[in-house]
């Protein structure tokens, strides 16, 4: 909540203005540490069984596991400069009698990489919630607008009808292949496990030899992730690009949706527009202003996230011989920002297609204006069966369609129909009624409506 920041010091946007209140709590301090203790919990009770922690020693670990204390525990971080050396400091202060077995045996990143891996499967689990959510959305509009004719663009310019519930088609398309992704991703996510300093289990082995690896199936199971094979001190840093790579895809999708959302809300096209607040200022100078912040925020957030995946890489790439420690700043910065960011766009796109203005009127207007283009190719094809030279015909298309563009931007009117049934050219191999088949462009759009149809049940059935 805003009322917990101190807004006299620097606040991320992450903390308070970006990302639902779940996703920001999962990488908040408070929620780190309550991870961190779980793990050593787990550990604990693992090594309990195995007679390294007596059953007092382990119950008072468990009964101190959540009095997270971050003030205290800041103020040993101030002086021994190690964040978790403090929290573990700081719980055996309060465990009385357990304290001095927390963490026995393990290295800091037996915790630390086991607490973000369970961290990010509940990252993931909100972003794939809402994934499936914009799916649904995105469904609804198809099978609305399936059949629905509107202009197609190319090089944004204008090219042949399509409908509009195919072009819904193409963005939950995307969004299907991130979820598809996500899928793969998930089944990458896994926790460094007991290790070790080095990743080869050594001081646990020299405790309990073989029996090593069964603990360690044990304490994973009891946090509800798997654990890589192998490991150096840290789990392998390609998980964070994998995670990352995912994210930049979900954003990619968002950013492509968004602006072309911004193209067709504009004045130019004026067929869609995303929802605008009744007290919604547009801008401070100008009243009239009705600019598309939804769109542009979904943008500018995909910019960013998809250019922290390059630090992942670097982190990854870098990640010297068994483990270096520059991945560590960053790694507190990259993460939660793209998890937080894309949940952001996602929740964002989602207001977007609930409160989503379709323009019929101007989507008929601007087919009816530029619609007639698309009758050329198939009145170039006939007129070639007919017997017509390919290249002569096309030349004298075009010159139709360059006089027709003409006229439009003189009067806002297409002549183009009327040229073509009186150009003595064309009819010598097309006559007034072979010509006026092709002019009905609203049926020049193929198997759009039956594909739409088909992507909306794919859609519908992975997003269940």
Same mark, same amino acid.
């Given at each position: ?18 990302g ?15 991870t ?14 195995? /007679? ?5 020693? &382990?119950?008072?670990?468990? *009964? ?7 003030k ?6 101030e002086?021994?400069k ?24 393990a290295?800091?990143q ?22 499936k ?11 609305k ?8 663009? #190319? ?6 009808? #399509? =409908?509009?519930?195919?072009r819904? /088609? ?6 299907? =292949?991130?979820l ?13 496990? =007991? ?13 309990l /030899? ?45 950013? *492509? ?12 096209? /004026? ?36 250019s ?15 483990? =270096? ?16 960011? #894309? ?12 409160? &989503? ?6 989507i ?5 204006l530029?619609g ?28 139709h ?11 806002? *009117?297409n ?22 088949k ?15 149809a088909?992507?909306?049940? *794919? ?6």
């Amino acid at each position: 909540m805003k009322s917990d920041i101190d807004f006299n010091n620097y606040a991320s946007p992450f903390s308070w203005r970006y990302g639902s209140e779940q996703m920001r709590q999962i990488f908040s301090e408070v929620n780190k540490r309550r991870t961190w203790r779980k793990v050593w919990v787990e550990l604990a009770k693992a090594q309990s069984k195995r /007679g390294l922690i007596s059953k007092e020693e &382990l119950a008072d670990i468990v *009964k101190n596991e959540n009095k997270i204390d971050i003030k205290k525990s800041h103020e040993i971080e101030e002086e021994i400069k190690h964040d978790l050396m403090a929290e573990i400091k700081t719980y055996a202060q309060q465990a009385k009698i357990g304290g001095g077995k927390i963490h026995f045996g393990a290295t800091s990143q037996d915790i630390e990489d086991n607490a973000d891996a369970v961290n990010f499967q509940k990252a993931l689990d909100i972003i794939e919630k809402s994934i499936k959510d914009n799916l649904i959305l995105f469904a609804d509009k198809i099978d609305k607008y399936k059949d629905f004719v509107c202009m197609a663009y #190319t090089h944004l310019q204008p090219a042949e009808p #399509t =409908t509009l519930g195919y072009r819904f /088609g193409i963005y939950a398309q995307d969004l299907l =292949t991130d979820l598809d992704l996500l899928n793969f991703v998930r089944g990458k996510v896994k926790g460094k496990g =007991t290790k070790g300093a080095v990743g080869t289990y050594a001081s646990y082995f020299a405790l309990l /030899g073989e029996k090593v690896m069964n603990m360690e199936e044990e304490v994973m199971a009891g946090l509800g992730i798997d654990a890589f094979d192998a490991a150096t001190q840290v789990y392998p840093r390609k998980m964070d690009y994998l995670m990352l790579v995912l994210l930049s895809s979900i954003a990619q999708s968002l950013y *492509k949706f968004a602006f072309d959302l911004r193209i067709l809300q504009s004045q130019g096209f /004026g067929e869609l527009m995303e929802p605008f607040g009744k007290n919604q200022v547009g801008s401070s100078a100008m009243p009239f202003k009705r600019n598309p912040i939804r769109a542009e925020k979904i943008c500018s957030l995909a910019r960013y996230i998809v250019s922290l995946s390059k630090v992942a890489w670097d982190n990854a790439a870098h990640s010297l011989l068994e483990r =270096t420690l520059d991945d560590s700043a960053s790694r507190r910065l990259i993460i939660p920002d793209a998890f937080i960011a #894309t949940d952001e766009i996602l929740n964002t796109t989602k207001t977007i297609l609930e409160g &989503l203005v379709v323009n019929e009127t101007n989507i008929k207007r601007n087919l009816e204006l530029y619609g007639p283009f698309a009758a050329i190719e198939p009145v170039l094809i006939s007129a070639v069966q007919k017997g017509a030279n390919r290249q002569e015909f096309h030349e004298i298309l075009r010159n139709h369609a360059l006089e027709a563009y003409e006229r439009i931007n003189l009067n806002g *009117k297409n002549p183009l129909f009327d040229n073509l049934l009186s150009d003595k050219n064309i009819a010598k191999y097309l006559n007034g009624k072979e010509i006026a088949k092709h002019l009905d462009f609203t049926k020049h759009i193929g198997l759009a409506p039956k594909i739409s149809a088909q992507i909306s049940q *794919k859609v519908r059935k992975a997003a269940l």
